[in-house]
Antibody, heavy 119, light 110 residues
């Protein structure tokens, strides 16, 4: 069955960096667009970034543009999110998700990894 | 792009029906047939319940249905069960901005 497993979260100081990973299995990873979505404590869902199947198209939310970089390694069935210049407001659970047909919905979700930005 | 507007909470007794609204604009909900709904139980990841306004993924009970009229989409839960207690989020394609979420609705089973 489809599995998405995030890792790499933790506690980091403001201005610091962190790299999240998402290991995919149970489907042909290279065929699917992938995305990162986050959820601040007690808040709603916020789309962060997405990347096309081959990695040629990338989009970012304005709140992370210039600080976060999404990438993927199709040979390793893995998705990444490099987060630099972290701020307190980046504190959230970060989910990776695969996009469904025509990339208009999030089909499968990982269990999430918590990122806490605090001094 | 602003978040889509959902009621903060809805509630119903077991067996009843509840409807969750999701209001956007002609640039998102009203302009496309690409509205999806997600269920998030406490401490868990979101789960796709409805896509393309009214389609159900395999394994989702047919008690869950979706519709859209103008700039407002709706998720209807018929025959409410205790296990349906969760937060629900709508999401819409919005053209140049890939996908935008709703504010979320807490469903309480009385």
């Amino acid at each position: 069955q489809v599995q998405l497993v995030e890792s790499g979260g933790g506690l980091v100081k403001p201005g610091g960096s962190l790299r999240l990973s998402c290991a995919a299995s149970g489907f042909t990873f290279s065929d699917y667009y992938m995305s990162w979505i986050r959820q601040a404590p007690g808040k709603g869902l916020e789309w962060v970034s997405y990347i096309s199947s081959a990695g040629s198209s990338i989009y970012y939310a304005d709140s992370v543009k210039g600080r976060f970089t999404i990438s993927r390694d199709n040979a390793k069935n893995s998705l990444y999110l490099q987060m630099n210049s972290l701020r307190a407001e980046d504190t959230a659970v970060y989910y990776c998700a695969s996009l469904g047909s025509f990339n208009r919905y999030f089909q499968y979700w990982g269990q999430g990894t918590l990122v806490t930005v605090s001094s | 792009q602003s978040a889509l507007t959902q009621p903060r909470s809805v509630s119903g007794s077991p067996g009843q029906s509840v409807t969750i609204s999701c209001t956007g604009t002609s640039s998102d909900v009203g302009g496309y047939i690409y509205v999806s709904w997600y269920q998030q139980r406490p401490g868990k990841a979101p789960k796709l319940m409805i896509y393309d306004v009214s389609k159900r993924p395999s394994g989702v009970p047919d008690r869950f249905s979706g519709s859209k009229s103008g700039n407002t989409a709706s998720l209807i839960i018929s025959g409410l069960q205790a296990e349906d207690e969760a937060d629900y989020y709508c999401c819409s394609y919005a053209g140049s901005y890939p996908l935008v979420f709703g504010t979320g609705t807490e469903v309480t089973v009385l």
